[in-house]
């Protein structure tokens, strides 16, 4: 029951909106479940973190499958070799799937993320600068 109640917050179309019933999800569970709510408070910065990107970024954010496909790829790679000599051995596989992977990701036809959506993000990287009166660059960005 409480989990529903929780994932309501994470329904809504507008940060705002995800803000305003994350706040009403706290009030709900305040006087049955002190705990969550000690929990949730303090974790609503990481929480809704993702209500910080464009909308159309969240579904990616939230979803776990690109990290279990990378997984995938390192373990069928890995059990093709078999044996390693040595740690570094592994190593060097695991980074150059990774290597491959992000050249994928940046580059390729299937871009984790496209240039358009790319583009949202720096616009909001610019009207937080703008705000701010000094450039940053969101580490989501260098990161990308």
């Known amino acids: 029951m409480v989990a529903s ?3 309501t917050a994470f329904t809504l179309p507008t940060a705002q909106e995800v803000n305003e019933q994350y706040s009403e999800v ?3 569970l305040g006087s049955s479940h002190p705990k969550v709510v000690a929990m949730l408070r303090d974790a609503r910065e990481d929480v809704l973190a993702f209500a910080g990107f464009p909308p159309r970024h969240w579904r990616k954010i939230w979803s776990t499958n690109p990290m279990e496909r990378v997984n995938k790829k390192i373990k069928w790679r890995t ?3 078999g044996v390693f000599p040595n740690p570094e051995a592994l190593l060097r596989l695991a980074g150059a799937v990774l290597v ?3 050249d994928e990701w940046e580059a390729g ?3 984790y993320l496209s240039e358009g959506s ?3 993000l720096m616009a909001v990287d610019q ?3 703008d705000l701010i009166g000094e450039k940053i660059l969101l580490p989501e960005l260098t990161a990308a």
Do not use: L, W, Y
């Open 118 to 120: 790319m583009a949202e």
């Open 5 to 7: 109640i929780i994932r």
């Open 26 to 28: 706290i009030k709900m």
């Open 109 to 111: 036809d299937r871009r």
């Open 100 to 102: 491959e992977q992000h």
């Open 127 to 129: 009207q937080v600068s």
């Open 79 to 81: 059990n093709v070799v």
